[in-house]
T-cell receptor
Framework: DTGVSQDPRHKITKRGQNVTFRCDPI?????LYWYRQTLGQGPEFLTY????????KSRLLSDRFSAERPKGSFSTLEIQRTEQGDSAMYLC????????????FGPGTRLTVL | AQKVTQAQTEISVVEKEDVTLDCVYE???????LFWYKQPPSGELVFLIR??????QNEISGRYSWNFQKSTSSFNFTITASQVVDSAVYFC???????????????FGTGTQLKVEL
């Protein structure tokens, strides 16, 4: 049984470019979460999906951010027109929808915007 | 709104010492979950424990123990006989809206960096 995987692990981009990250959750988990973590801080919630439905988005998720989970399995997080303030670790987590509330995290994608 | 406070930014101990990491939370919900996660230098968050708001029993797992006190809104974590491998950042987190379908999103504290030295 594999855990949550994320790709790429590191991304360096220039300001203004678009980037896309992928998350593959644990196979039987129907909830998928995205968080962002900056240096010295705890992860902050961005958005979550139950199956393919995006049920909640944080105010942190500006219009430049979009997330999808088209078939209820993997998810993508796209950032358009990146800014230096977008530099952070983007974490994906998954959980079962009912009964279990533990979220299992992937290794994260570290984004650096130059 | 929910909030988690970890007042200890960094703690340094010598191996075999006991160490307690503090966590204080704020919530208006009567039903919620509390968590501890470990983030080693590799960066991946590792789940340690979940505690629901109805269960104030303390829990022990090997060298780890947790003290949940609803009266003081605290959920402290103690490592007994610390080891170098315990060096990591530890996060306390809160999940609300269990009964109202809040999605179980986690609100994290800012973390406590634990350094265990020989």
């Amino acid at each position: 049984d594999t855990g949550v995987s994320q790709d790429p692990r590191h991304k360096i981009t220039k300001r203004g470019q678009n980037v896309t990250f992928r998350c593959d959750p644990i196979s039987e988990h129907n909830r998928l979460y995205w968080y962002r973590q900056t240096l010295g801080q705890g992860p902050e919630f961005l958005t979550y999906f139950q199956n393919e439905a995006q049920l909640e988005k944080s105010r942190l998720l500006s219009d430049r951010f979009s997330a999808e989970r088209p078939k209820g399995s993997f998810s993508t997080l796209e950032i358009q027109r990146t800014e230096q303030g977008d530099s952070a670790m983007y974490l994906c987590a998954s959980s079962l929808a009912a009964g279990s509330h533990e979220q299992f995290f992937g290794p994260g994608t570290r984004l650096t915007v130059l | 709104a929910q909030k988690v406070t970890q007042a200890q930014t960094e703690i340094s101990v010598v191996e075999k010492e006991d160490v307690t990491l503090d966590c204080v939370y704020e919530t208006r919900d009567t039903t919620y979950y509390l968590f501890w996660y470990k983030q080693p230098p590799s960066g991946e968050l590792v789940f340690l424990i979940r505690r629901n708001s109805f269960d104030e029993q303390n829990e022990i797992s090997g060298r780890y123990s947790w003290n949940f006190q609803k009266s003081t809104s605290s959920f402290n974590f103690t490592i007994t006989a610390s080891q170098v491998v315990d060096s990591a950042v530890y996060f306390c987190a809160l999940s609300e809206g269990i009964l109202t379908g809040g999605g179980n999103k986690l609100t994290f504290g800012t973390g406590t960096q634990l350094k265990v030295e020989l």
